[in-house]
Every structure is written in structure tokens, then in C-alpha cells.
């Protein structure tokens, strides 16, 4: 890539990434974003909601069932008779109705145990669309949380990448004052511009980095990829874990174990 290339396309980035308004998007908002408009998550809501109606009585099979049947028929006939004596008669659109209707109850008033088993296997199904629900959410708002701190590390390399092209334009500089007034020489300049050049490479590098895991955030808070947002600065790291009590909450908690032990309850009803 030529130099004249190469500051075209730098301050065109620094264009596209302050064309808009940018607005502050904490953590927490981004959480709250996903837990809004994450599609997954709207799949796994509507996934609980039919397991939980599902949950009744009557589709267990303790209530009767009353069943509703009815059909209406109409014809149009056209007719000509004619009789030994010569009469004639014509019968032009005679209509012809047919109404049936019928209704039949049932009641199971015993199936050997079967229809509580089909409730505990409804119960089952909620419980397993519970689980689903929680890990859905889990696993979005972990990706949202890496994604969010992936940009901010990303804008924290390319504030080190700026002060590296600051101080090798210095460098630049230096050289060219040296060779003028006779104490460099052109093997310096160049290596002092071929530095330049990379610094300059990687900062591009670096703001494409940051556009696409801008987009990549932007969709799993099922908003508009090209919408833009500024993220806090700094990364919070807790300082109080402890890897034992981590073990057991994960041991009692984690959803993937969890949905491992009700698929295998659900198996068993």
C-alpha cells in the first residue's frame, strides 16, 4: 500500500467511526439490550410460555373431552321430465340444503396410571423449558459480555498504536533534521519511515478490528449492526473469587449440568 493511500484510508476510519452521534453504552445497559431484543432469547421466552400453558389437567387426560362435528351441503339441480302424454315439467335451480350436526363425550375414567404419568411428563417439560430459558440467557449474556470488553481492549490498543505513530513521526523527524544538516543518514530515514508505515498498518488493522466486534455486539442486542455506541473504558475485574465456592456454585448451577440432568429425568418418565 502507497503512503498517499495509506492517509486516505486512515482519516476516512477516524470519519466513519465519529459520522454519527455516539452514544455511552455501559455494561449494563448492553445486558439489559440482550435480555430485551436477543432473538434466542425470545425463542427459548416462547418455548417456556407453550410448556407452561401445556401444563394442565385436561391435556393429561384427567378431564373428558367433548368433541363438536357439523357439515352443511347445498346443491342446484336443473330438471326436465317429460311424461307418455306429452306434459313437460322443468325444474330450473332447485336447491337441494343438507344440515348434520353431532356431538360426543368422553371420559376416561381410568387408563392404568397413564394419565398422571403424562402429567409428570408435562411437569417434566416445563421444568426442562425452565432450564433452557436460564441457559439461553446465560450463554447470551456471556457472549454480550465478551463481545462489550473485546471493544474495549480493542480501543485500548489503538489509543497504544496512536502514541506509537506519534512517536515514530518524531522519529521520522529526527532523521530528516539529522540528514540535513549532515549527521544522519538516508538508511535512518527510511527505517525511521518503514516503522511509520507499520505503526500506521496496524492502527488501520486495529480500527477494523474494533468496526466488526462493534457489529458483532450490535447483533446479539438484536439492534441495528451499523448503529453506533461508545463503551466504557476501563474493564472490571473482581478481586474476591474464590475457585472453591466457583466449583460448587457451578456444580449446582450450571445450566449445561442442569439441562444434562433434566433431559435424563425426562428420559425416565
Not at 426442562?128 to 436460564?134: D, L, P, R, W
Not at 448451577?253 to 435424563?264: C, D, G, T, Y
Amino acid at each position: 500500500m502507497t503512503k498517499h493511500k495509506m492517509k486516505l484510508i486512515i482519516p476516512f476510519l477516524i470519519f466513519y467511526t465519529s459520522l454519527f452521534a455516539q452514544h455511552k453504552l455501559s455494561i449494563h445497559d448492553a445486558v439489559e439490550a440482550a435480555l430485551k431484543n436477543n432473538y434466542s432469547i425470545s425463542i427459548a421466552r416462547g418455548e417456556l410460555t407453550i410448556a407452561q400453558n401445556n401444563l394442565t389437567i385436561g391435556n393429561a387426560g384427567f378431564l373428558p373431552t367433548l368433541n363438536a362435528t357439523g357439515s352443511l351441503s347445498r346443491s342446484v339441480t336443473n330438471t326436465t321430465q317429460e311424461y307418455i302424454d306429452g306434459r313437460q315439467v322443468d325444474r330450473t335451480g332447485a336447491v337441494t340444503k343438507n344440515l348434520n350436526a353431532s356431538l360426543s363425550l368422553n371420559w376416561t375414567i381410568f387408563d392404568g396410571l397413564e394419565m398422571f404419568a403424562e402429567f409428570d411428563r408435562l411437569k417434566e417439560l416445563k421444568k426442562n423449558g425452565e432450564v433452557n430459558f436460564k441457559n439461553s440467557i446465560e450463554q447470551n449474556i456471556s457472549s454480550v459480555i465478551s463481545v462489550y470488553y473485546d471493544i474495549v481492549r480493542e480501543q485500548q490498543v489503538r489509543e497504544v498504536i496512536k502514541k506509537s505513530i506519534s512517536l515514530s513521526e518524531e522519529r521520522v523527524r529526527i532523521a530528516e533534521n539529522k540528514l540535513d544538516v549532515g549527521s544522519g543518514s538516508r538508511f535512518d530515514l527510511r527505517q525511521a519511515k518503514v516503522d511509520l508505515n507499520e505503526d500506521k498498518m496496524n492502527y488501520l488493522r486495529e480500527e477494523l478490528k474494533l468496526i466488526q466486534a462493534k457489529i458483532n455486539l450490535n447483533e446479539l442486542l438484536g439492534r441495528d449492526v451499523n448503529e453506533e455506541f461508545n463503551v466504557e473504558d476501563t474493564i472490571v475485574v473482581r478481586n474476591n473469587l474464590n475457585a472453591d465456592d466457583m466449583l460448587i456454585s457451578a456444580m449446582e448451577k450450571n445450566s449445561e449440568l442442569l439441562i444434562a440432568r433434566q433431559n435424563k429425568t425426562l428420559a425416565d418418565v
